[in-house]
């Protein structure tokens, strides 16, 4: 049950709210804690991870305490850095210690050093580079002054641990969440009626689109070495990879925020349209919002951020997606994938100016529809660029790394002189990878049904309870009947859960 969208979780969640709504309200906050743990427990091969993720809340939680007590500058970084420590050794031992490891056993290899061996690759506790980053920024907080060390570490830990959040984020910040979760809202029914419809959303997103897209994508990335693909259907499962990726990503979210509104609770949106962006700037705007603006104030502001020249900000960028391209795994690929990410902002950044003078003589840009439309198509495309590194990472099954993504880079160019010289191919070409006429037409409707929803600028749930009766509940049992007719249930992981 450590993924939103197994079998057991429907039934989970049913049972903690029927629960939790019997409860007096001060003792709601107790119950969601020993719920969350539950949730940690049920997975065996994670269940003895538990002490860790105790740890971690009853490390910071002291910490923060004695941060606020001490008065010496000096004693008071050393406290910080102490706490930091072990939050981030532990991150690190578990999830990079092997890939490090490996790395330098290579390097000693080659230099004729024999008799080191590997380091182990060890199994990292699930959701450990979220509750680490939310303790982490708790502390760092405090340290600031920017918040109050919280009393009552059974509302610490629950923060910390709280299970909507642990699996795939948001990451959330004790200013935001840590003093909704001490005092629940009584129930209410437009509330409750409008997380319930969030995480459907999110099922409907994750079932009928990211697992649909996803048995086309990993029929080609899954034998790359194989089946000979050439560029056309290497640039094709890239494209959908990038759809998936957000669809998948985005519907763990959806029922997070959803089951945090059950509750009460009001959690980060952690996309805002991303793909709809019409710069690259803009897309990590919109793009993993709670990470992103996490790297942005606890390591981009304090490395010297944009305030130290050009020059300065180029570097701080390019390292700061390093660690995010590592945060999202232990892979040499994730590397290249954060650095690729960067210095395409950092190019963006320093053509600025150039750019608008050009768009100001380019007349397919007088049009605003069609000037957005290739803005956005070009910001998708170089998207999907870093993510064919993304996707090729050893942190997927299967994978070879960087060896993948080279291939097909070296083979993004063959192949297209088949689209017109034998055109009846193109089609069994596509029913070998799972993009049959009733797939196409599936997920035409599907993400058409998406993007639609999710123009508005408030987030769906909030505009679909606005809506008539008569358009609400028809959208309800469609979803459920898309789900039963068209749902691909065979991978109930997130992508974003392993990380």
């Not at 993720?53 to 500058?73: F, K, N, Y």
């Not at 606890?298 to 390019?318: V, W």
């Not at 993004?412 to 990878?433: Q, Y």
Request: charge should be positive; proline fraction near 5%.
């Amino acid at each position: 049950m450590s993924s939103f969208f197994s079998v057991a979780f429907p039934v989970f969640f049913a049972g903690v709210c029927l629960v939790y709504f019997v409860l007096p309200r001060a003792v709601r906050p107790f119950w969601l804690l020993v719920c969350s743990w539950l949730f940690y427990l049920y997975d065996p091969q994670n269940a003895g991870f538990i002490v860790l993720l105790a740890g971690a809340s009853i490390v910071t939680w002291a910490a923060a305490l004695v941060l606020e007590r001490l008065q010496s500058r000096s004693a008071r970084r050393i406290c910080l850095a102490v706490t930091l420590f072990l939050c981030f050794g532990c991150l690190f031992y578990y999830k990079y210690f092997g890939f490090f490891g490996e790395a330098l056993s290579g390097l000693l290899r080659a230099a004729g050093l024999r008799g080191f061996a590997a380091a182990p690759s060890l199994l990292a506790p699930v959701g450990i580079s979220y509750f680490t980053f939310a303790a982490a920024g708790y502390v760092i907080d405090v340290y600031r002054g920017k918040y109050r060390a919280e009393r009552n570490p059974l509302y610490y830990a629950l923060f910390v641990g709280f299970f909507p959040c642990i699996v795939t984020g948001p990451i959330e910040r004790a200013p935001g969440l840590l003093s909704q979760l001490k005092s629940p809202p009584p129930f209410e029914y437009h509330r409750v009626a409008g997380g319930l419809f969030r995480i459907l959303w999110g099922f409907f997103k994750k079932f009928v689109i990211a697992n649909t897209l996803g048995g086309v994508v990993d029929a080609v990335y899954g034998n790359l070495q194989y089946r000979g693909y050439t560029g056309p259907v290497l640039l094709l499962a890239s494209l959908l990879y990038t759809y998936q990726l957000y669809c998948d990503f985005s519907a763990g979210c959806d029922v997070a925020i959803g089951a945090g509104t059950v509750f009460g609770f009001t959690l980060t949106e952690n996309f805002r349209q991303p793909l709809r962006a019409a710069s690259f700037t803009a897309l990590w705007r919109r793009w993993h919002i709670s990470l992103t603006s996490w790297f942005r104030d606890y390591l981009y502001i304090p490395l010297g951020g944009n305030r130290k020249g050009a020059l300065r900000r180029n570097l701080n960028q390019l390292f700061v997606f390093l660690v995010s391209g590592l945060w999202h795994g232990a892979s040499l690929s994730m590397a290249v994938w954060g650095l690729l990410n960067g210095a395409y902002l950092c190019i963006g950044k320093a053509t600025e100016g150039a750019r608008l003078r050009l768009a100001r003589r380019n007349p397919l840009y007088r049009l605003r529809p069609a000037k957005r439309a290739i803005q956005c198509v070009i910001v998708y495309l170089l998207f999907t660029s870093c993510i064919v590194f993304f996707r090729a990472s050893e942190v997927f099954p299967g994978s070879a790394g960087l060896q993948d993504a080279l291939y097909v880079y070296a083979h993004l160019f063959t192949g297209w002189d088949s689209l017109f010289a034998a055109p009846a191919s193109v089609g069994r070409v596509l029913a070998s990878i799972g993009l049959t006429w009733q797939t196409v037409i599936v997920l035409c409707f599907g993400i058409a049904v998406v993007e639609t929803l999710e123009s508005a600028p408030a987030p769906v749930s909030r505009v679909i309870r606005k809506a008539p009766i008569v358009l609400r509940w028809p959208l309800y049992y469609a979803l459920c009947l898309a789900m039963l007719l068209f749902g691909s249930f065979a991978n109930s992981g997130s992508i974003y859960g392993r990380f």
